[in-house]
């Protein structure tokens, strides 16, 4: 029954077309008075491909009916702009395709395996820096291998931009990515740490004030550094500001000419949510020296946390589009 319908649709079709086609072209030799003979030859031609296509579709081997919708169209397309030829031609290219089917395969394609992830080759991976490959990290529905390729690729990069990452990977349901994740901040934060224990111990054994100076600068950057990038939270985050507070004053007590010292208080006071001083000790290292566009940001950060969104617009837009860092040009957009 299917199959009489079907071959009732197509005869249908076909008359329909061959009608449609006769007026269509009837209009274009014998254009009609009063209407617009190219628009009204268009409209009767559309309906001409339509059954056209719709008859032509019934003879295309099965393969080549799917997708139902988009096989129809391209006919469709081609009867209303190739009249009488164009689907006789589709029409035809696809029987000789059917009737005489390639014997050769091409030896230009061919099926490959899947990539597996391989553990010796962990050292060699130094592609896919970029959000890109966080944001697949981030996706647990990615399949385990790939999320695994792009733990090891991310390691590479700064522990400033993947901490965050790495820390919310630390409650991931995969074990791998929970393991690697673990070991990448561990390393890092131990690293530092090892670094601030021997900075530590040189100190203790300091004889002068240019030496505890010194060593004491060294202890509040690498205090310092811990905060930036992210590798202390609550309760540590607070403990580690205060000893970078403390080494910085130390060493000022020294000498507090220091101007990158006091940028690094300044920077600490912003991380400990004290605008004002920040404000401060950021003015004393301008006093000092320290290039002002360098300083622009961060008084710009003071500022907003401060409320005074005027005075941020206003610092931003003194750094000109020339002199603003690739990272910061968003935000001079922005404000200014």
Partial sequence: MSNARTLLVTALAAVVAVIAQG????QLLHPAVGVDPLLLFLVIQAVAGFAEAVTLSGFLPVRYREPRSASLLLLWLLCTFVPLCGGLVVLTS???????????ESGLLA?????QFVSWLVSRVSHGGGARLQARLANTQVPANDRLTALVAIQGMPTRTTGTLLRELLADPLEDVRLIAYGTLDHAENEIMQKIYQTGQALEAANDDGERHALNRRLAELHFELVYQNLVQGAVYRHTLEQA????????DTDDGDAALWLIRGRLALASGKPEDAEASM???????FPRER??????EVAYLRGDYRQVSALLASLGNAAVFPTLKPAVSYWS
């Fill in 23 to 26: 007026a269509a072209l009837r």
């Fill in 295 to 300: 300083l622009v940001p961060w008084l710009a």
């Fill in 111 to 115: 099926d490959v395996p899947r990539p």
């Fill in 283 to 289: 003015a004393r290292a301008q006093a000092l020296g």
């Fill in 94 to 104: 696809c029987l000789w395709a059917a009737c005489f089917p390639g014997t050769r």
């Fill in 245 to 252: 507070d403390r080494h910085a004053r130390a060493a000022l």
